[in-house]
C-alpha cells in the first residue's frame, strides 16, 4: 500500500482539530478546530471547514467547498440494508454547506453515490439522504429533508421546511414551496405548494431572473395551460396533450424539456395540478 502523499505547506490545519494522516489535502486547505476528518476524504484546493466539522466516509469536497460548523458530511446512511460498504460522497467545486446540515454517503442497492453539484447552496439543518443526486447551482432553504434516492435537476430551489418523498424528481429550474411536503416528481420549472405538493405554474420568477425573454414566458405559458387545462371538463389524456404541445410548442428548448421529463418512466408519477387554500379559507 503506498503512502499518502504529502501535504501542501499551505495546508492550515487548528491544533485542536483531527485529520487522520491517510486523508488527501489539496493547496490552501483550512481545518478548524475540533473538525474530524477521515482516512478515506479528499479536501480539494481551497476547502474550508469553519469548526466542529465531521467528514467521514469516501468523501470528497471539491475546491473551494465552505462547510460551517456542526455539519456531517459523508457518515453511513439512515438505512437498514447498509452493512458497512465502502460507499461514496462527494460534494461539488465552490458550494457551501452551512449550520447543522448532514449528508449521507450511498447504498450498495441504490448508486453507491451521494452527490451534491457546485455552487449549490445548503442552508442550515438540511438533511441529504443516501444516494441523492443534487445538481448544479441548486440552494436548499433551512430544514429540508430528503428521503433516498431523491433527484434535484440543476437551478432548482427548495424552500424552507420541505419534505422530499424518496425516489422524487425535481426538475430543472423548478420551486418547491415551503413546508411542501412532495411525493410526486415536479416537471422542469414547475413550481408546487401546499401540505401535500400541487403543481401551480411555472416558476416565472425564475424563468425571468434567468433572463428568459417576455416572448417565450408567454409562449411557455400558453403550452402550460394547454397541458393543465384549468377546466377538466372534456379534457384529452395526457400523452394526447403532451402530443398538441410538442407540435405547437416543441421548438422550444424548454417546453422540450419539460416533454422529455415527463416522459422518462416515474417510481412516483408526476404532480398533480390543483389550486391551493391559503389560511384564510381562499383559494389561490
Avoid at 119 to 136: K, P, Q, R, S
Amino acid at each position: 500500500m503506498s503512502e499518502p502523499a504529502p501535504w501542501p505547506d499551505s495546508v492550515e490545519i487548528h491544533p485542536m482539530a483531527h485529520v487522520d494522516p491517510r486523508a488527501s489535502l489539496g493547496a490552501g486547505v483550512c481545518i478548524g478546530p475540533w473538525c474530524l476528518v477521515g482516512p478515506d476524504v479528499c479536501l480539494e484546493d481551497n476547502v474550508r471547514l469553519h469548526a466542529s466539522v465531521m467528514v467521514e466516509g469516501h468523501t470528497t469536497l471539491g475546491e473551494g467547498v465552505e462547510v460551517y460548523p456542526f455539519t456531517t458530511i459523508g457518515y453511513p446512511p439512515q438505512d437498514l440494508k447498509y452493512a458497512g460498504e465502502p460507499t461514496r460522497c462527494r460534494i461539488g467545486a465552490r458550494t457551501v454547506v452551512r449550520e447543522g446540515v448532514t449528508i449521507h454517503r450511498g447504498t450498495a442497492q441504490g448508486s453507491g453515490l451521494t452527490s451534491v453539484g457546485s455552487d449549490c447552496l445548503i442552508m442550515a439543518n438540511a438533511h441529504i439522504a443516501h444516494d441523492c443526486v443534487v445538481g448544479e447551482g441548486v440552494i436548499i432553504v433551512n430544514n429540508v429533508v430528503m428521503g433516498g434516492h431523491v433527484v434535484v435537476e440543476d437551478y432548482a430551489r427548495i424552500m424552507g421546511s420541505a419534505a422530499l418523498h424518496q425516489f422524487v424528481r425535481i426538475g430543472r429550474g423548478a420551486v418547491v414551496g415551503g413546508v411542501c411536503g412532495v411525493e410526486m416528481d415536479v416537471i422542469p420549472y414547475g413550481s408546487v405548494l401546499g401540505n401535500r405538493a400541487r403543481l401551480v405554474g411555472l416558476n416565472w420568477i425564475g424563468l425571468k431572473r434567468a433572463g428568459v425573454g417576455a416572448a417565450e414566458v408567454h409562449e411557455m405559458r400558453r403550452a402550460f395551460r394547454m397541458l393543465y387545462p384549468r377546466f377538466a371538463e372534456g379534457m384529452q389524456p395526457l400523452e394526447q396533450r403532451m402530443a398538441l404541445v410538442k407540435e405547437r410548442y416543441g421548438h422550444i428548448q424548454r417546453i422540450a424539456e419539460i416533454l422529455s421529463f415527463m416522459r422518462v418512466p416515474s417510481r412516483r408519477g408526476l404532480t398533480r395540478p390543483g389550486c391551493v387554500v391559503s389560511e384564510k379559507g381562499s383559494q389561490e
